[in-house]
């Protein structure tokens, strides 16, 4: 049987996954608050020098204490 590469299992890609969500404390005080985009913006550049890529990000609310709720970003990188 041949592979579909010259060396099929050095071909693998390999995945990081990243949590960043809003301060909790800020959603307590304020009612509402959003994502850190200083904070997104300095991991998507820190793993970019790295040389991963962006393969896909999922947006989710996550419950927070009893009364309140979150924005929660998951930053799936690639690389490979």
Known sequence: RRLPFP????????YK???????GISVIF??????PLQKVEMELNRMSSQGWSLAFQVME?????LF???D????TFMKG
Request: charge should be positive; hydrophobic fraction near 55%; aromatic fraction near 6%.
């Open 7 to 14: 060396n099929a299992e050095c071909a693998m890609a390999m």
């Open 17 to 23: 996954v990243i949590e960043v969500m809003e301060s």
């Open 30 to 35: 304020l009612g509402a608050s959003s994502l």
């Open 61 to 65: 609310k996550k419950r927070y204490l």
């Open 68 to 70: 309140w709720n979150v």
């Open 72 to 75: 929660r970003m998951i930053l």
